[in-house]
């Protein structure tokens, strides 16, 4: 295999990887995601708010 072959198969493995890495992130907080969507659909921004006082 040559060296821009290999160099190439890493590069697209890393890519897979990532990818993969994103989706399971995804659906490891898909539920926290969604309560926090809820959440500012209701409420609103935190740092919109004084009530919150975030800032």
Known sequence: MSVEKCNNHVILTVERT???TRECWLVENQVGLE???GFTEENGLLSDDAEFSVL
């Open 35 to 37: 309560a926090l969507n």
């Open 18 to 20: 990532e990818q993969t």
